[in-house]
């Protein structure tokens, strides 16, 4: 009997395992870009690092500390509305493939399989939009 020999290739399970190191450095350099950014525009004389790194990843008027300064300006300027798309989209697909990986290994159904996949697909989607929603009309 023959044994059958893995090809590597550009498989969906190869991408991924790519995407996902390559989303994980791209958080840290969207946010490391962030915190550089926030020290230069004056942060460094106004907060604490702690409530830098909050504001880098929640710059929104409505933010829960109140030692953070106006910061409705934040999502209004382009460069942070860039930073913070790229963060979400990043961390938001990052997070969902470790899932996908979480279900393909403990589902071995194939129609189950199908349709969690399909459910995570939407929820993405629906997540991505919610959240650009969000950071462009703020």
Same mark, same amino acid.
């Given at each position: @009997?023959?044994?059958?020999?893995? %090809? $590597?290739? +550009?498989?969906?399970?190869?991408? @991924?395992?790519?995407?996902?190191?390559?989303?994980?450095?791209?958080?840290?350099?969207?946010?490391?870009?962030?915190?550089? #950014?926030?020290?230069?525009?004056?942060?460094?004389?106004?907060?604490?690092?702690?409530?830098? @790194?909050?504001?880098?990843?929640?710059?929104?008027?409505? %933010? #829960?500390?109140?030692?953070?300064?106006? #910061?409705?300006?934040?999502?209004?300027?382009?460069? +942070?509305?860039?930073?913070?798309?790229?963060?979400?989209?990043?961390?938001?697909? %990052?997070?969902?493939?470790?899932?996908? @990986? #979480?279900?393909?290994?403990?589902?071995?159904? $194939?129609?189950?399989?199908?349709?969690?996949?399909?459910?995570?697909?939407?929820? +993405?989607?629906?997540?991505?939009?919610?959240?650009?929603?969000?950071?462009?009309?703020?």
């Amino acid at each position: @009997m023959q044994r059958k020999i893995a %090809h $590597p290739g +550009w498989n969906l399970d190869y991408l @991924m395992f790519l995407f996902t190191r390559i989303s994980g450095l791209s958080i840290l350099v969207a946010a490391l870009i962030g915190l550089v #950014v926030a020290y230069f525009m004056g942060a460094r004389t106004l907060l604490d690092v702690g409530a830098v @790194m909050r504001w880098i990843f929640f710059p929104n008027p409505s %933010h #829960v500390q109140a030692s953070v300064p106006d #910061v409705a300006a934040g999502w209004s300027n382009t460069f +942070w509305q860039v930073i913070e798309i790229l963060v979400i989209f990043f961390a938001g697909t %990052h997070g969902l493939n470790g899932l996908r @990986m #979480v279900i393909e290994d403990y589902v071995s159904q $194939p129609r189950w399989l199908v349709f969690l996949r399909g459910v995570l697909l939407v929820v +993405w989607i629906a997540g991505l939009i919610a959240a650009i929603f969000v950071i462009l009309t703020t």
